[in-house]
């Protein structure tokens, strides 16, 4: 059991607004399903000293990103956005620093969702990913991070992973799926046959980024070398 500080909202309390503001932003709605996501490998966040592209993300990943929490921690999300997926765009003020992006996310957020927050903690029952005996057989990046899992070929591969990475992967993964499956698409329950049902940490101490492939099926991860 982990005690965990979690963002709820609607929020009982108001955050204080950053200061720092993106000079041109937008956050629109996409009319896509999880299933058309996954199958064009639609997702993806680009963050640059002068730009944020985000593609295919839930409300719960953008405030995850904006607080530099994982997404498992955002707690009592609206029925109204539950399951929705947006793309966003912002531009960086010239002379920024990059560390700033995430008070520039938290406004944004607030401003379009009138989102504000309160933090808690709670009790919670987790996964720890650990390393198993002998040698890792995980092959040593060569590229830069952020880590990215993506299909190639017959294959979900992921490169330029860390652990760390990886962990908060396998818990986005139940969360994008348990919100799939309360829609009221038909089938849509069947994703919790093979969802990871709670937050992954890491507990591996591998240290480094690995390319490896990740293949997973409705009885959950296949293949991990």
């Not at 000079?23 to 963050?47: F, H």
């Not at 309160?118 to 590229?143: F, I, N, V």
């Not at 490896?212 to 009885?219: S, T």
Request: with cysteine; hydrophobic share 40%.
């Amino acid at each position: 059991m982990t005690r965990l500080p979690l963002v709820l909202f609607p929020a009982l309390l108001l955050a204080q607004a950053p200061q720092s503001r993106f000079e041109v932003a937008s956050v629109k709605p996409l009319d896509a399903t999880l299933a058309d996501l996954l199958r064009t490998n639609y997702r993806s966040v680009s963050i640059t000293d002068s730009r944020v592209d985000l593609k295919g993300q839930t409300l719960p990943e953008l405030i995850a990103l904006a607080w530099n929490i994982t997404q498992d921690r955002v707690m009592n999300v609206p029925d109204s956005v539950r399951g929705l997926f947006f793309d966003g765009q912002a531009l960086v003020p010239q002379g920024a620093s990059k560390g700033a992006i995430p008070e520039m996310m938290q406004a944004l957020l607030e401003d379009r969702f009138r989102l504000s927050i309160h933090t808690a903690e709670e009790t919670r029952s987790m996964y720890r990913m650990t390393a198993g005996k002998g040698t890792a057989k995980l092959h040593p990046s060569t590229a830069e991070g952020p880590g990215k899992c993506a299909v190639e070929g017959d294959h979900r591969m992921c490169r330029a992973m860390t652990m760390a990475e990886f962990a908060t992967t396998l818990s986005q993964i139940g969360q994008i799926g348990r919100a799939a499956a309360d829609s009221p698409a038909p089938g849509a329950a069947a994703i919790l046959e093979w969802i990871i049902d709670r937050p992954v940490e890491d507990g591996t101490g591998l240290q480094g980024r690995f390319d490896f492939p990740f293949d997973y099926n409705r009885v959950g991860p296949k293949n991990v070398h």
